[in-house]
């Protein structure tokens, strides 16, 4: 199981950005697929999901009605609107084999086994 993670940068408050993720070793159709982003000094977190069971993307509280979750193929995408400060974290794209995904954002993070290096996002104020 491979994941490797792009697309981060530096993008001013209110600014867009769309990270990606590249999945190999394993089917999107198969297993769910996360996002997940630790900021500095802060616990890790979920921020959004999508089910293997019926393609369903979840999201955190935080992000929601700004982040949107896609996948195609073997390529995960978070599209990034209306960036905010507080988003500045490393972003890291996941898997599990056990669980569809749609209860992942709710889960310790260490309980997930498969992560992809992550690509860091900084939003200037």
């Not at 993720?21 to 900021?39: E, K, M, T, V």
């Not at 669980?99 to 860091?120: F, H, I, N, Q, V």
């Amino acid at each position: 199981v491979q994941l490797q993670a792009s697309g981060g940068g530096l993008v001013q408050s209110g600014g867009s950005l769309r990270l990606a993720c590249r999945a190999s070793g394993f089917s999107l159709d198969d297993y769910g697929i996360a996002w997940f982003r630790q900021a500095p000094g802060k616990e890790r977190e979920g921020v959004s999901s999508i089910s293997s069971r019926d393609g369903r993307a979840y999201y955190a509280d935080s992000v929601k009605g700004r982040f949107t979750m896609s996948r195609d193929k073997n390529m995960v995408y978070l599209q990034m609107n209306s960036l905010k400060p507080e988003d500045t974290a490393t972003y890291y794209c996941v898997t599990d084999f056990e669980g569809d995904g749609s209860r992942w954002l709710e889960a310790p993070w260490y309980r997930l086994d498969y992560w992809g290096k992550g690509t860091l996002v900084t939003v200037s104020s």
